[in-house]
């Protein structure tokens, strides 16, 4: 479940992320559940306990299904590292994957075999955590691996270990600055919180003090920070108070407390003056921002503060964009959020300039609309909007137990930040409570301060990110001055508030068995919850299963069509389609239709894959009725208002430069069309977004008859998952789509029998300056289609490079460290698959990690096929995995969906354990070799070619220059 502060991100990006909105319907729906009744339906239950080394337990008990979420959060984030040690907190938290003193191995091993799901870890400014949900019988073995290195890390903890995560981190920084905006991170950090303060630095930290971290630094890190009495321990899940305290005290009792851990001093710092500054990337457009410091999540005015961004430039009807890119369209698009973390935080307000407007004059309407909103201030109707919104995806959240969200999350949070686990609980009643005149004095008292004003503006960067990140910069009045090292044994620094080591903290003393990992109990199998169908009265089928764990329903109506139904000499249409479905019905403009949306707390979008146009709905249950009213007037009567058009088309150019310098989004825009042929159906740029030409030209009635003959109810299937009956949502279907006739046409078809070009292997180059890292395509397309039986393959390619212990990640991440992380896989389209490796490089181990490729690629398809162990570790964590992996609503209408695009079974999910367990080695090998071939791939390469080409020599492969073009 999202707390507030984080859940204003995701606000503030909605509109970007959805790409169509819901309507109102034309007859009078029923008044939205009040907020007061959705903030009540917000409760996790939990019981706690503190051990007596200090260790803080929270326990929630949820037994919808029969896993287990496990979630350790230290208080030790990057604010605590001082001078010359930036990036040590997330450096540390990759060494604590690499295995402990009683479980040597990758740590993420024993967790496969278990079936594990989410497994991961994170590093913010104020907190590192550690998380897994597991199946409920190995939760021993769950609590084992967190105990051990916890307690017993620093014997495992080598040079080697440390040299190899310092380059995957490393590589993560690339690839991070690699990407448009990649290095706005530090522009935030560095120009909002002033040089030494805690939260200047990022959290990646810079190249030079990862560079300079030494075995003995990274040691003394984990006894600082990481003793049992500095951690919170969150269990949520298939498990009770009682298990939970004979367990964690079995496991955890005998690790002795760490020594006392005060956290730094942080200021709320305000800007002396007005900062403005310009910095130049690979863009589509000029991009605006004003940006402020504010308090902390504990702060009272924190939520308020939020709830004003809401209004302002988070909801889909916001200030901002119903000024700047409806009425008067300056802006593709503009948003407003506020993030606080523990001490402090940041509020951004940004603008992305339409195309051919001046930016001094964005800038100045961008002002003003600032002004003017705090001069007036929200309205109640524009906080019970934001409120519904937030409140939707609150309860949404309720249904995971953990993962990087889920209610673990929201109980640890709190814990470690609030000391209070249901502080969610002030969060909530401080969001109802919000007043207009509340929320506009708080605004007023922060948006008054100085702002820094950071323009982006598209061209090529005059610098890299391989020196920012770093605690302390430069004094701008003496450029050329050296800022003193830090010497290893005294790398803290009493001047940020941090405490020197205790050398008193001694080693835990094992009382438990540690001698070998806890045995597996009996484990329960997958219970997918029965599926009904029905039909509507004009013939759609309805695919219905129950969930009633929170009071909530997901529907997803799908068409047969997606990006594939594209006609080649209009790539973009339905793209565009999709895009201006959501600015309105025949009954509804663009504004009433964003806002009827809000007021219900449901969320509405349209999207696309390869084969399928899906319109989804996430509806409150109190509110379902009127939400199936606006989802059916959304897909059914669709404004296509040709002014609309002209700013839609315009947002669409937008995303299209976009992805023009997005190093991924290139490479697969190039590749696609050269694996299919750029006749064939999927032979398009994957995205579906097209190519400018075609977007620039396409019209309004190009876009109507698209939906005409693509979305209609002889194509449509309606998938329900939730808290209803089949009988009950099948009246309100019927009443929203059951007079919904069919055309006199028949139905459209796609053209999968046009031939496929055979493979010519070959490297396609696209030169990309100053590129720290080169992103590696390489594939095929398959003999053989989505709904084959291609379990046995999925589990060559996972053994090969689908997952994270596969040999193409080990080898070119745990055991080169050239890259933050590679893999495989096999597509899922309807008609022919395809088959491709991606890796993102260090730009100088580019053509050697071609050859890695290669080789492993070779060796696996020769003489070194599917070992023993990997046999065990895929088949158990391919069973084991399937009741976590469908925990949630969500989860279960994706496999439902599944299940009929595929043609497959009802009980297709709970068969395959079987299939999985009769397996074998040489299955597994002959479908490998059968499938895929070293001699036949085809590669694309986005990088510098200045640097990348003259490694290519010697590969045995020709090299072609891919131009620049759309």
Known sequence: MPRFHRFAVALAL????????????????????????????????????????????????DRKAPVVAVSVWYRVGSKHEPKGKTGFAHLFEHLMFNGSENSPGDFFEPLQQVGATDSNGTTSVDRTNYFETVPTGALDRALFLESDRMGHLLGAVTQEKLDNQRGVVQNEKRQGDNNPYGLLRYEIFENLFPSGHPYHHSTIGSMGDLDAASLADVKKWFTDNYGPNNAVLVLAGDVDIATAKAKVQQWFGDIPRGPAVQAPKVSLPTLPAPLAKEVKDLIPTTRIYRMWAIPGLNDAEAVPLQMAMGVLGGLSSSRLDNALVRKDPVAVSVSAFAQSFEDAGILLVQADVKDGVD?????????????????????????????ASYLGGTIAGLEAVGGFGGKAVTLAEGALYSNDPAYYKVELDRMAKATPEQVKAVANKWLSRPAFSLTYTPGERTEGGESRGGAVTADKAAPDKEIG?????????????????????????????????????????????AIERTKLKNGIEVVFARRSTVPTVNVAVSFDAGYAADPHSALGTQSLMLSLMDEGTTSLTSIAFAEAKERLGAQIDGSASADETVFSLFALK???????????????????????????RAQQLNRLKAEMNNPNAIASRVLMPVLYGADHPYGIPPSGLGDAKSVAATTRDQLAAFHATWIRPDTARIFVVGDTTLAEVKKQLDASFGAWKPPATAKPVKHFDIAIPAPKPRILLFDRPKSPQSVILAGKVLDAKGGDKLEVLQSANDIFGGNFLS??????????????????????????????????????RTGDSIRELQSDLKSFLGDKGVTKEELERTINGSVRELPGSFETSGDVLGGLRMIVKYGRPDDYYETLPATYEAMTAVEIDAAARKALSTDDLVYVIVGDAAVVKPQLDGLGLPVETVPPAN
């Not at 803290?492 to 094992?510: I, K």
């Not at 379902?624 to 058009?645: C, M, T, V």
């Not at 096999?826 to 088959?835: A, C, K, L």
């Open 622 to 648: 109190p509110n379902l009725g009127a939400s199936l009213g606006l989802l059916a007037d959304y897909i059914r009567n669709p404004a296509f208002d040709a002014k609309e058009l002209e700013r839609v």
């Open 359 to 387: 930016p001094a004059h964005v800038a100045k309407r961008l002002d003003e609309e600032i002004a003017a909103y705090l001069a007036s201030g929200p309205t109640a109707d524009e906080l019970q909007r934001t409120a």
């Open 14 to 61: 909605s509109t970007s992320l959805v790409a169509a909105g819901p309507a109102l319907a034309k007859s009078k729906a029923a008044a939205p559940a009040p907020i007061a009744d959705l903030v009540k339906a917000v409760d996790i239950p939990y019981q706690s306990f503190t051990l007596d080394n200090g260790l803080r337990v929270i326990v929630h008990e």
């Open 807 to 844: 040999r193409f990640n080990t080898n070119l991440r745990e055991t080169k460290g050239w890259s933050y992380g590679v893999r495989s896989r096999v597509s899922g389209e309807q008609d022919r698959v395809n088959w491709v490796a991606a890796a993102p490089v260090q730009a100088d």
């Open 485 to 529: 090292a830090v010497a290893p044994d005294r790398y803290w620094n009493a001047a940020l508030g941090d405490v020197g080591p205790d050398t008193g903290f001694g080693e835990a003393m094992s009382i438990a068995d540690r001698s070998q990992l806890p045995a597996v109990a009996d484990l329960k199998a997958l219970d997918f919850p």
